[in-house]
């Protein structure tokens, strides 16, 4: 069975930073995010995640950023924070840059044992596993950009291969694999008023996983997103955003394909972003 152990969220067209460590300070302002994420709605236990970022320049070429997140997989959940340097290169005088990031994570699995249902209270697999672990760990990216024309992000996390072990035995290790993300866009201009931006975000795994999110956003008037992403093997997405001078709003709903739209309504996700003026900010 191949599958992913990061979930990502619908809405990363708005925040690069959540799939690369080399995105943090590639705004001209100081860029503050909130996002809540309701997977499989109408589902009894369904997933859900929360988090919290924050990234900024610092200086000409540097910027830094932050990331707290949460994820609740029922019996189960995840809490991280991660901490990124970044580096901003010019390459050339036309405004491209290349900018690296290096980011540390710190994440804590957790066991909700006291909701688990079993026959035999006394088993040793339940009974002797720690409650949680915490679980220290890095990531590394890298972004060729030039503001407003073109975008390419790579990400890798979980980069040292950890292993998450509620047993302290060596047995049952879940073993944290390398996850590679790739985010692209070219957004360009269809008029006066109207910015088209095609985009892509493939993700995969070190066991062969893939999944690909292919997908359109048109702006007017520099004000109001609409869009709709294909996500390979898995939904249709579409959302909505509100661009104003310091706030951004967005709202995705995820029309499930696969065999769980027998059972649920679909996914919805909402993304609060705040712009802070940054007067170091050249770009």
């Not at 949680?132 to 060729?144: E, L, N, Q, R, Y």
């Not at 407003?148 to 509620?166: A, D």
């Not at 702006?219 to 294909?230: E, K, L, N, Q, V």
Request: charged share 15%; net charge neutral.
């Amino acid at each position: 069975m191949q599958a992913q152990q990061m979930s990502s969220y619908e809405m990363f067209h708005l925040n690069n930073y959540l799939n690369c460590p080399a995105a943090a300070g590639s705004k001209p302002y100081t860029f503050i995010s909130t996002a809540y994420s309701q997977n499989w709605s109408g589902f009894k236990g369904g997933p859900n995640m929360q988090s919290a970022t924050v990234h900024s320049l610092i200086s000409e070429r540097m910027g830094v950023g932050g990331k707290i997140n949460y994820e609740n997989t029922g019996l189960s959940g995840q809490f991280g924070a991660e901490a990124t340097y970044a580096y901003h290169l010019p390459l050339g005088k036309n405004g491209t840059r290349l900018s690296l990031g290096l980011s540390v994570v710190l994440t804590q699995f957790s066991l909700k044992k006291d909701e688990f249902i079993i026959a035999d209270a006394e088993d040793e697999v339940i009974t002797n596993s720690e409650n949680s672990v915490i679980v220290p760990d890095a990531a590394f990216g890298f972004s060729i950009y030039r503001p407003g024309k073109f975008y390419f992000n790579y990400g890798v996390y979980q980069l040292l291969n950890r292993s998450v072990n509620f047993l302290n035995s060596g047995e049952l290790d879940n073993i944290r694999v390398r996850h590679h993300i790739i985010n692209a866009g070219i957004p360009f201009m269809a008029g006066k008023k109207v910015r088209i931006e095609p985009s892509v975000l493939m993700k995969f795994t070190e066991t062969g996983f893939f999944q690909a999110d292919i997908g359109l956003k048109s702006t007017f008037r520099d004000m109001i997103s609409i869009g709709a992403y294909y996500r390979t093997d898995e939904a249709i997405i579409t959302f909505i955003g509100i661009d104003t001078k310091h706030l951004i709003y967005g709202y995705s709903y995820g029309i499930i394909t696969s065999d769980v739209k027998k059972y649920s309504v679909g996914t919805h996700e909402i993304m609060l972003i705040l712009k802070l003026n940054n007067a170091k900010s050249d770009l």
